[in-house]
């Protein structure tokens, strides 16, 4: 057989050849004997892997089911052959199928990307339908409330390094509230529902949740008020120990079970001198289904508004909790692999730093740079060249304005602008000397400094500022 160029030719030539005979209007049996030749050689080549059409696999609508009555905020959409697609509404579901895909049993990861609901906005609120969520979570079987101690430390760390004001993490396991509702005589049926209105405690009074409960969930008055005396509690470790004595919640092996682990929980959140940060909150509920364990959400305490500052009302910045099942669901095996994580509301943070320092009217530096490399006189464009290659290659972080001669007061005013410290001032009369001119944005205050010591007095300086803040 000639070599598949060679085909390829003549399929071309056979080809040409059809196109004219259909120009020239020959008859039919000519077309087609000339078409069999055609098909003829084209069957001699086969199939062209190195054209080969890509199969693409549109994911499957794996969201539905996950969030309990919070589902109703989840993007749908649909592809063009009318399969149903969603937004992703968090990173822990896409997780844990990454998890049962790939068959992994014992991963600890960080990830930081884009989540979408279906929500009225409110910016002041840090509440949006797009925005970034933080995740931390560790994947495996280890011995109980270890990585969810280590969560918690993570998430006292994140908040108390953000220095954004006092915050409390409420904990609860959905094993006691499980455990609770079914002792306080709520169907089956009604565990999830009853369940998202007692999470609203943080935002209403206990009237108006239990209102709900009665009127729109048909719950009877006397078992919501069973829930009531419960879900009002709120403590440590002692109303930990208070309820392993409850004569009806100790009876029940699940809430049992649950107790028991919170216990263990705050030994371990003792010795990591996060307790007094940590409070067992009974109205604690985080409405989302996949949780199995225990659950956390952290709130900024509220502190007396100061002048000209508005009440900061973003609701809770960060929280978690432990899914033990949930990766078992996209397993074709159902095989579970326990997990616990959590996850910091990046914008909502982003918020209440940008009302404090609108208030504190505080200047924020939008860039790291350590100092400008301006010029005092027009046509030194080269020289400033020069001067902040000389930084960057020893490692100085440094910038120049993209204009050949930019006025000294401009360059003065964009350091201040940006928070950049220091300038680096080249003129005619510090060419000749042999020094650059070094300027504190701050002060205001100048010196000499000769070149061949600019870069050790910049790290001097720059080291002094971070030392301040």
């Known amino acids: 057989m000639a070599d598949r160029a060679a085909i390829e030719e003549l399929v071309r030539f056979q080809g040409e050849r059809v196109r004219d005979l259909k120009q020239q209007k020959a008859s039919a049996d000519q077309i087609e004997e000339e078409v069999a030749k055609l098909l003829k050689l084209k069957a001699q080549l086969g199939p062209d892997e190195s054209k080969q ?77 797009e925005f970034y969520q933080c995740d931390f979570d560790i994947a495996g079987q280890f011995d109980p409330m270890i990585p969810d101690a280590e969560c918690l430390k993570i998430m006292c760390e994140i908040l108390s390094s953000l220095q954004i004001g006092d915050f409390l993490i409420k904990v609860n396991d959905r094993r006691i509230l499980d455990g609770m509702f079914a002792v306080c005589g709520v169907p089956d049926s009604k565990f999830r529902t009853i369940c998202s209105s007692v999470d609203k405690l943080d935002k209403v009074s206990w009237e108006e ?13 006397e078992v919501a008020d069973r829930i009531g005396d ?34 263990l929980l705050f030994e371990y959140l003792t010795l990591f001198g996060i307790d007094g940060k940590i409070s067992f909150d009974l109205s604690l509920a985080r409405g989302l289904d996949y949780y199995t364990g225990v659950i956390y959400e952290a709130v900024l305490l509220q502190t007396p508004a100061q002048a000209g500052e508005e009440a900061l009302g973003v609701g809770s910045v960060a929280a978690g909790g432990r899914y033990d099942g949930l990766v078992g669901i996209f397993d074709p095996k ?14 909502r943070i982003f918020s209440i730093v940008e009302q404090r320092l609108e208030a504190s009217e505080e200047k924020v530096r939008t860039t790291e740079t350590q100092v400008l490399v301006a010029s005092a006189q027009k046509k030194l464009l080269e020289e400033r060249l020069k001067l902040v290659s000389e930084l960057w290659d020893a490692g100085i972080k440094a910038e120049l304005l993209y204009k050949k001669n930019p006025k000294l007061l401009n360059q003065l005013q964009y350091c201040e602008e940006a928070g950049i410290p220091l300038v680096a001032i080249i003129g005619e009369q510090e060419l000749k000397d ?6 504190s944005v701050a002060s205001r205050e100048e010196v000499d400094i000769r070149r061949e010591d600019l870069v050790e007095e910049i790290r001097r300086r720059t080291s002094k500022l971070l030392c301040i803040c």
Not at 213 to 219: A, D, N, P, Q, Y
Not at 334 to 347: N, Q
Not at 434 to 439: A, F, Q, S, W
């Open 53 to 129: 059409k890509f199969v693409l696999k549109t994911p499957k609508e794996t969201l539905t089911g996950k969030y309990g009555e919070d589902s109703k905020l989840i993007y749908d959409l649909k592809d063009q052959g009318g399969e149903l697609l969603s937004l992703r509404y968090d990173l822990t579901v896409p997780f844990a199928r990454y998890l049962a895909m790939n068959k992994l049993t014992n991963i600890k990861r960080y990830h930081i990307a884009k989540v979408y609901r279906r929500d009225n906005p409110a910016m002041t609120r840090g509440r949006y339908r």
């Open 209 to 221: 949740v239990k209102s709900e409960m009665v009127g729109e969930k048909g719950l009877a008055p």
């Open 230 to 263: 419960y879900v009002q509690q709120h403590g440590g470790v002692s109303l930990v120990e208070q309820l392993l004595q409850d004569p009806k919640l100790s009876q029940n092996k699940q809430a049992l079970e649950g107790l028991g682990d919170l216990k």
């Open 334 to 347: 159902g095989r579970k692999v326990p997990c616990v994580g959590l996850s910091i509301g990046v914008e």
């Open 434 to 439: 042999g020094v650059i001119k070094l300027r």
